[in-house]
């Protein structure tokens, strides 16, 4: 485990995203397991089916970030170039990976039927699989580049298969306490923690609650010490301010 | 109303999503908005409360747009950065607003909580209000950018005051048809007919239900009768492959 910050960027692709015919769910997901594995997500870009976008994309996350997690395009019709753009911001060829190939093939189907199943099968040369618990066709990985399914329950699936691969940092831990209290009534005492507690990432979220104004107060650090007492002194502030600290989760 | 394409950046700004504490709606909820008004979301990048990623993504997607949309981080907490991070990127001072200052004014509180609430008043100078129908602070918009809250009732609220301001194109009218098929099984053909409508954007989303693969064709054009040309020719394949289109929607 490394002790410093491992940060990944997150591309989603697919013009289904940005229509807001599909509401994308796999970043949240994505979130709360590489959160645990301590890589934590820097930058997310959801982009069009569109190879130049997908390409320079993938180009800039692999230089920017230790880890880039991609999910869409990777099935066997014509809106699925990922894997032909992967292999493009890589320069490299797409090849028909053996392994992916006899899985296909041993289910037997017509010849053109099988013809478009075996697109799948084209990945990076050189690129590793992931691979994929719900028995349908592997993802890729290349360089730092981890390519998987759209489909929700299938990315899911292949994330879960990369825990001992994937080098994390310190996992970032958090506490979180709500209030009955506007943002308002907390704020200057609350800029004034975060000042003193820099290596914090304090965050303050409105909510309404049975016609009430609250505040979800939300603390997360790699040091569980300094993270305890910063939950502690944000309860103080919010019983200062006049209110009970409720939902105390730390 | 403008023939050519009109084309939107929308930028979601918060640690909250990127660690995956909240799962983000107001991107769909854009998307299917703008997308009756003429304006098609061509990237959405989902980045943390720091000042200089939201400077830059701001400047890129300003010049790269016709719109920019952007939500999250206007409120009266030390982590509500946004409304400083637009004034730095286009070189205005932040001003407080009298109009948002009066309104922030006419709810009487101490005088510590009406200096945090007054900090939602500070925008860019020059910048135009968006109205807040929930009665909360208004957002605002400078130059092509548009800035608005990021709980999603709020933005809603702000986005529906926006639709005679906004200049859209062409809408982009969409079909859509499902058949009890794998994606493979149509693939060859559905690139063919892709290929003979370049106009139309055609998508294949696979799914399951009742055990069984299914997949949705959706097609989406500004040209509706290119489209329903599109459609019938989709159901002609669907046929063809030995199953029943159902539930189309034109």
């Given at each position: 485990m490394s002790t410093k910050e491992v940060k990944a960027g997150i591309i989603i692709i697919g013009n289904e995203i940005l229509s807001g015919r599909t509401q994308d769910t796999n970043l949240a997901h994505l979130a709360r397991v590489l959160n645990v594995w301590?890589?934590?997500?820097t930058e997310t870009r959801i982009i069009p089916d569109d190879e130049s976008v997908i390409v320079d994309t993938v180009r800039h996350f692999s230089s920017a970030f230790d880890y880039v997690f991609t999910t869409g395009g990777?099935?066997?019709?014509?809106?699925?170039?990922t894997s032909g753009c992967i292999a493009k911001a890589f320069h490299k060829k797409l090849i028909e990976h053996p392994d992916i190939a006899r899985l296909i093939r041993s289910r037997p189907t017509s010849d053109e039927v099988m013809k478009s199943r075996l697109l799948?099968?084209?990945?990076?040369?050189?690129a590793g699989l992931i691979d994929n618990p719900t028995g349908g066709p592997q993802g890729f990985y290349i360089n730092n580049v981890y390519v998987m399914a759209g489909i929700p329950k299938v990315m899911q699936a292949m994330l879960s298969t990369l825990e001992d691969q994937l080098n994390g940092g310190l996992p970032v831990l958090s506490r979180s306490v709500t209030a009955f209290l506007g943002e308002s009534q907390i704020a200057t005492e609350l800029g004034r923690l975060q000042q003193r507690y820099s290596v914090v990432d304090i965050g303050s979220y409105p909510f309404t609650r049975d016609g009430k104004y609250g505040t979800s107060i939300v603390m997360r650090c790699t040091d569980q010490k300094i993270l305890d007492e910063v939950l502690q002194e944000a309860c103080k502030l919010i019983e200062n301010a006049g209110a009970v600290p409720e939902n105390i989760h730390g």
């Open positions: 301590g890589i934590k997500i990777i099935g066997p019709t014509h809106d699925d170039i799948m099968a084209l990945i990076p040369e050189g």
